[in-house]
């Protein structure tokens, strides 16, 4: 991912409120080590349930605003897999995250859309780990490499989803059959 500004960063996001307030950057944002990551995934301190998920979209900065649903610890010590990374966790190191798709009309507010997420934000860390490799898999850095793209391909594909608009299915234009009726 190429390096972006602090303005790139804040004018990316899609789904943000007008009225919302100023969004607070990664303390460490300065010391971002770009070529390593996939995305730009940070926590709002003094907000523990938003979060920002912001990557590179055709050439530009796309970003999202989300919000942690709470953990539900009925789940005990299950498995839950992250859909970005594809890495399977704890039920309490991964969580739902929902993101509003923007709207200007108020009815519409309420549409949001979902994944679960790892909680840290961490995906990068779990996409570079080293796997363990058996004696016909095919050499690490291709590994690595394919877990990168999955994880960028994945992102990218969630940040567009949330940024374009819904389609309607009430108000459509009836279809015409073979017969020349309207269905």
Same mark, same amino acid.
């Given at each position: 991912?190429?390096?972006?500004?602090?303005?790139?960063? $804040?004018?990316?996001? &899609?789904?943000?409120?007008?009225?919302?307030?100023?969004?607070?950057?990664?303390?460490?944002?300065?010391?971002? $080590?770009?070529?390593?990551?996939?995305?730009?995934?940070?926590?709002?301190?003094?907000?523990?349930?938003?979060?920002?998920?912001?990557?590179? &979209?055709?050439?530009?900065?796309?970003?999202?605003?989300?919000?942690?649903?709470?953990?539900?610890?009925?789940?005990?010590?299950?498995?839950?897999?992250?859909?970005?990374?594809? +890495?399977?966790?704890? +039920?309490?190191?991964?969580?739902? +995250?929902?993101?509003?798709?923007?709207?200007?009309?108020?009815?519409?507010?309420?549409?949001?859309?979902?994944?679960?997420?790892?909680?840290?934000?961490?995906?990068? &860390?779990?996409?570079?780990?080293?796997?363990?490799?058996?004696? +016909?898999?095919?050499? &690490?850095?291709?590994?690595?490499?394919? $877990?990168?793209?999955?994880?960028?391909?994945?992102?990218?594909?969630?940040? $567009?989803?949330?940024?374009?608009?819904?389609?309607?299915?009430?108000?459509?234009?009836?279809?015409?059959?073979?017969?020349?009726?309207?269905?």
């Amino acid at each position: 991912m190429r390096p972006m500004t602090r303005e790139e960063v $804040r004018g990316a996001l &899609v789904n943000l409120d007008p009225a919302a307030k100023k969004i607070r950057l990664p303390a460490r944002f300065d010391d971002v $080590r770009w070529h390593r990551i996939d995305y730009l995934g940070w926590r709002d301190l003094r907000a523990p349930t938003l979060a920002y998920l912001v990557t590179e &979209v055709d050439g530009s900065a796309r970003g999202v605003l989300l919000r942690q649903a709470p953990n539900d610890s009925a789940r005990g010590s299950r498995a839950v897999m992250c859909d970005l990374c594809r +890495f399977a966790r704890r +039920f309490n190191e991964v969580s739902l +995250f929902t993101a509003q798709r923007p709207s200007r009309d108020k009815r519409e507010r309420l549409d949001a859309i979902g994944l679960l997420l790892c909680t840290d934000l961490d995906c990068a &860390v779990k996409v570079h780990g080293k796997p363990v490799r058996e004696a +016909f898999d095919r050499p &690490v850095d291709e590994i690595i490499a394919s $877990r990168r793209e999955g994880l960028r391909s994945r992102t990218i594909t969630f940040v $567009r989803s949330v940024a374009e608009p819904r389609q309607a299915s009430i108000g459509l234009t009836p279809t015409r059959s073979r017969s020349g009726r309207r269905a």
